[in-house]
T-cell receptor
């Protein structure tokens, strides 16, 4: 069973701080990694994707990938109350079932 | 900005009835997916569809479920003889490339089976 694990949280950070969200995955064949944001009762919204080891930055968001450690993270700089949501890590395997496997998500609370 | 649209936003049905959930993927996308999310649980893959046929399906996607692309724009999920445990949010997604790369989700259909 291919798993994607996330701490459910809540992760509480003050406004303006850096929020660090982590994800581990079990399948070494995973090739593509995605971070989605999901507000309560809404659909997942794609915010970042990363395919290669290292860091990828997009505005206030940085995704980090370490395939050797099977670890993906998302950093949110200058956190805003509007960033309060559940962040879903999703992993795509190119072999076997070619579909996204989602983690259960980490709930982020940004305190004003 | 192009988006995936789903109808209806909320569907209530009696147990044993058939429902059809509709989706209009992003127009130049070629790969289509259905996912579901039971309240408080993970988003789960149901099925992927490409070139008018199913590419992949999960163990959840049994004979009760079917998908169809009846015309050039719509993508439907049919659930026959609904059960209480089918109550969930159903999300349609589409991507331009194989591999769920940058898959964009619709706003979802909340299905309630009573």
């Amino acid at each position: 069973q291919k798993e994607v694990e996330q701490n459910s949280g809540p992760l509480s950070v003050p406004e303006g701080a850096i929020a660090s969200l982590n994800c581990t995955y079990s399948d070494r064949g995973s090739q593509s990694f995605f971070w989605y944001r999901q507000y309560s009762g809404k659909s997942p919204e794609l915010i970042m994707f990363i395919y290669s080891n290292g860091d990828k930055e997009d505005g206030r968001f940085t995704a980090q990938l370490n395939k050797a450690s099977q670890y993906v993270s998302l950093l949110i700089r200058d956190s805003q109350p509007s960033d309060s949501a559940t962040y879903l890590c999703a992993v795509y395997q190119d072999t076997g079932r070619r579909a996204l496997t989602f983690g259960s998500g980490t709930r982020l609370q940004v305190q004003p | 900005e192009p988006e995936v649209t789903q109808t209806p936003s909320h569907q209530v049905t009696q147990m044993g009835q058939e429902v059809i959930l509709r989706c209009v993927p992003i127009s130049n996308h070629l790969y289509f997916y259905w996912y579901r999310q039971i309240l408080g649980q993970k988003v789960e893959f149901l099925v992927s569809f490409y070139n008018n046929e199913i590419s992949e399906k999960s163990e959840i996607f049994d004979d009760q479920f079917s998908v169809e692309r009846p015309d050039g724009s719509n993508f439907t999920l049919k659930i026959r003889s609904t059960k209480l445990e089918d109550s969930a949010m159903y999300f349609c997604a589409s991507s331009a490339w194989e591999g769920n790369t940058e898959a964009f989700f619709g706003q979802g259909t909340r299905l309630t089976v009573v």
